[in-house]
């Protein structure tokens, strides 16, 4: 049996190896680093994927979020609501960019925010909210529509952990990111599209909102010299195009991949008290970025170290909520508890999840677990 590991690149390039060599070749050989063809044509096929054809390619998926929020335009000081038990960047650029993010409690079994505790945190500042699709699995998106419509409030989709998974909403499945107003994604190496490097891109069917943001990324330049708003500089660099090209024409096998390993989990895994495994929401279509546990009676920690003896790795995703760390401590009111977000932070474990995993490494995996309960 092969070493275990979180995710396995190296053995997933060399799948690839031929046709992603010959594309960086072709990069090598036109020397068009910056904005080559390749680019745009990555571009092109990522919006064909997506069933949304505004797709903004930029260097990074935090910078995505940051060019989305600059693209709403929102006033000094609004008020953005996102979940606390989340990965920090949708937070860390809605302060950056002088808005204030207003922490939202989990959803217990989903591990997305909670619709039903929103309205509570709206005021005459709350402007949009951010649906991070945590683990691979959108949010609740009817709920969310329904609430920003009363409120009158943008959805930004953070579909970093997200990409390629679907959600069904008045009968139609749609391509997470493409309910809300404007989505962002990230191609970090472990993420399920993902490249050899950083790279990342913001996606909207609104023209007006994929306009700005192709604009914010290239300098805030209507034409070149002619800046009509301040921008930045985030760019796909044409070698990662290239390589994300290819990749992209495997995205939905690789996402098959993840799901016969989830599914291999669950039926392993089934049944053991104190253990409660990841659920699929009816409407949505999981794509196990992670596949993420949670551990009862206080069992966690002690779980992962018996894992890791046994040569098995296993990740705390998140260990801490944003309202707890310093830097953030500042947006949540400090009478405020979120329950739920500090027992997800205490219980969850994510297992090794990728498209390389044997049916040999799991069955020991889930060995491995079920010995640690039995004990
Ligand atoms: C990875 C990730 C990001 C940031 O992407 P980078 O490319 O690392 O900047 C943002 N949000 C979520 C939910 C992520 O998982």
């Given at each position: 049996?092969?070493?275990?590991?979180?995710?396995?690149?190296?053995?997933?390039?060399?799948?690839?190896?031929?046709?992603?060599?010959?594309?960086?070749?072709?990069?090598?050989?036109?020397?068009?680093?910056?904005?080559?063809?390749?680019?745009?044509?990555?571009?092109?096929?990522?919006?064909?994927?997506?069933?949304?054809?505004?797709?903004?390619?930029?260097?990074?998926?935090?910078?995505?979020?940051?060019?989305?929020?600059?693209?709403?335009?929102?006033?000094?000081?609004?008020?953005?609501?996102?979940?606390?038990?989340?990965?920090?960047?949708?937070?860390?650029?809605?302060?950056?960019?002088?808005?204030?993010?207003?922490?939202?409690?989990?959803?217990?079994?989903?591990?997305n925010l909670d619709p039903e505790k929103i309205e509570e945190k709206?005021?005459?500042?709350?402007?949009?909210?951010?649906?991070?699709?945590?683990?691979?699995?959108?949010?609740?998106?009817?709920?969310?529509?329904?609430?920003?419509?009363?409120?009158?409030?943008?959805?930004?989709?953070?579909?970093?952990?997200?990409i390629g998974g679907t959600y069904e909403i008045d009968g139609k499945v749609?391509?997470?990111?493409?309910?809300?107003?404007?989505?962002?994604?990230?191609?970090?190496?472990?993420?399920?599209?993902?490249?050899?490097?950083?790279?990342?891109?913001?996606?909207?069917?609104?023209?007006?909102?994929?306009?700005?943001?192709?604009?914010?990324?290239?300098?805030?330049?209507?034409?070149?010299?002619?800046?009509?708003?301040?921008?930045?500089?985030?760019?796909?660099?044409?070698?990662?195009?290239?390589?994300?090209?290819?990749?992209?024409?495997?995205?939905?096998?690789?996402?098959?991949?993840?799901?016969?390993?989830?599914?291999?989990?669950?039926?392993?895994?089934?049944?053991?008290?104190?253990?409660?495994?990841?659920?699929?929401?009816?409407?949505?279509?999981?794509?196990?970025?992670?596949?993420?546990?949670?551990?009862?009676?206080?069992?966690?920690?002690?779980?992962?170290?018996?894992?890791?003896?046994?040569?098995?790795?296993?990740?705390?995703?998140?260990?801490?909520?944003?309202?707890?760390?310093?830097?953030?401590?500042?947006?949540?009111?400090?009478?405020?508890?979120?329950?739920?977000?500090?027992?997800?932070?205490?219980?969850?474990?994510?297992?090794?999840?990728?498209?390389?995993?044997?049916?040999?490494?799991?069955?020991?995996?889930?060995?491995?677990?079920?010995?640690?309960?039995?004990?």
């Amino acid at each position: 049996m092969n070493k275990i590991q979180m995710v396995d690149l190296r053995s997933q390039y060399l799948e690839i190896k031929d046709q992603v060599d010959e594309e960086i070749n072709k990069v090598l050989e036109n020397t068009a680093f910056i904005n080559g063809p390749v680019v745009k044509e990555f571009a092109a096929q990522l919006g064909d994927y997506l069933n949304c054809e505004n797709v903004v390619p930029c260097a990074n998926g935090t910078d995505a979020l940051q060019i989305a929020i600059m693209a709403c335009d929102f006033p000094r000081e609004s008020e953005i609501l996102v979940s606390t038990f989340n990965y920090v960047a949708a937070a860390e650029t809605i302060a950056l960019m002088g808005h204030k993010p207003v922490f939202i409690e989990a959803d217990e079994e989903y591990f997305n925010l909670d619709p039903e505790k929103i309205e509570e945190k709206i005021t005459d500042k709350t402007r949009a909210i951010v649906s991070v699709h945590l683990f691979g699995q959108s949010s609740k998106m009817e709920r969310l529509q329904e609430i920003c419509k009363k409120h009158n409030l943008l959805i930004i989709e953070d579909n970093a952990q997200g990409i390629g998974g679907t959600y069904e909403i008045d009968g139609k499945v749609l391509s997470n990111g493409t309910i809300g107003d404007i989505a962002t994604t990230s191609f970090f190496p472990s993420k399920n599209l993902g490249c050899f490097g950083d790279g990342g891109a913001i996606y909207s069917k609104r023209t007006d909102l994929f306009e700005k943001s192709k604009k914010i990324a290239n300098h805030g330049q209507r034409v070149k010299y002619d800046y009509d708003a301040i921008g930045v500089n985030s760019r796909l660099d044409s070698m990662q195009a290239a390589i994300l090209k290819v990749k992209l024409t495997r995205l939905d096998e690789y996402i098959s991949k993840r799901n016969k390993a989830a599914q291999m989990y669950n039926e392993r895994l089934g049944n053991i008290e104190n253990l409660i495994l990841p659920k699929v929401h009816d409407k949505a279509s999981h794509v196990f970025h992670q596949y993420t546990m949670k551990v009862g009676e206080g069992r966690r920690d002690e779980l992962k170290s018996y894992l890791a003896d046994k040569g098995i790795p296993s990740m705390i995703y998140y260990p801490k909520p944003l309202h707890k760390n310093d830097a953030y401590i500042e947006f949540a009111n400090p009478n405020e508890v979120f329950h739920i977000a500090e027992k997800l932070s205490a219980s969850v474990l994510s297992l090794p999840m990728h498209t390389e995993l044997g049916d040999d490494q799991v069955d020991y995996i889930c060995d491995s677990v079920r010995d640690f309960f039995k004990n």
